[in-house]
């Protein structure tokens, strides 16, 4: 199996992701790496380097903070592409590192909170947005600490993926809803934050508690 056809892909994505098989997982997560991986190909033979879509996709992000809510609806889902696409075409190119993968994390976790302040430009309750910020942040470090403590390093697919942030900040920016857009996704976290530590104590049942 090779980098060039599209299992090798989802095989090498698995292996970046503590073995978590993306065949298994739900519809959304297929179709969207199928997505990703479709406009990857071409875009790694340019010889774009990753670390240059990593940036884009936080300028994107950015960019909502000072554009039209229209234009934010188009520059959060184009931050989110990007996003899939870094990652994307460091494998299909051969550049996966670790330093990649912790960088990537890093703009994703800047965005999220571009995402959440965003939502407070356009009318959401200061309060609201620190605790949806505070919950993804929660979710994200339970995640990684998890993976420190011999999970897999997904833990567990949950509702409040970025997938759901990202379309959450989409809709609460097309209808201009700010504070309704905050609700939604701190509900959406704090379901997800629930499903991860149930996921998570269920992979390390057996372990030895420190």
């Known amino acids: 199996m090779t ?4 299992d ?9 992701h503590g073995g978590f098989d993306p065949r298994t997982a739900n519809p959304f997560l297929r179709r969207w790496l199928a997505f990703v991986y479709a406009l990857a190909r071409p875009l790694a033979d340019t010889g774009i380097h990753p670390h240059v879509l990593t940036g884009l996709s ?18 959060v889902l184009l931050s989110a592409v990007l996003d899939g696409l870094d990652g994307c ?16 994390s890093a703009v994703d976790r800047c965005c999220d909170l571009l995402f959440v302040m965003v939502m407070v430009q356009i009318g959401g309750p200061v309060g ?5 910020g505070f919950g993804i942040f929660l979710l ?8 420190n403590a011999g999970a897999g390093e997904v833990g567990a697919v949950t509702v409040a993926e970025r997938p ?4 959450v900040t989409a809709f609460a920016l097309a209808l ?24 998570i104590r269920r992979q390390l049942a057996g372990s030895v508690d420190s």
């Open 3 to 6: 980098l060039s056809d599209r």
């Open 8 to 16: 090798g892909w989802l095989d090498r994505w698995q292996a970046l």
């Open 58 to 75: 936080l300028l994107a992000a950015a960019g909502v903070l000072v554009t039209p809510l229209w234009a934010g609806v188009l520059l």
């Open 89 to 104: 075409v460091a494998v299909l190119q051969d550049r996966a590192s670790r330093w990649g993968y912790v960088l990537d």
């Open 128 to 132: 609201l947005a620190a605790a949806c």
């Open 140 to 147: 994200e470090y339970v995640r990684a600490r998890a993976g």
């Open 164 to 167: 759901t942030r990202v379309l």
């Open 176 to 199: 201009g809803q700010g504070e309704a857009g905050l609700w939604v996704l701190t509900a959406f976290t704090t379901v997800g934050l629930v499903q991860l530590v149930l996921g």
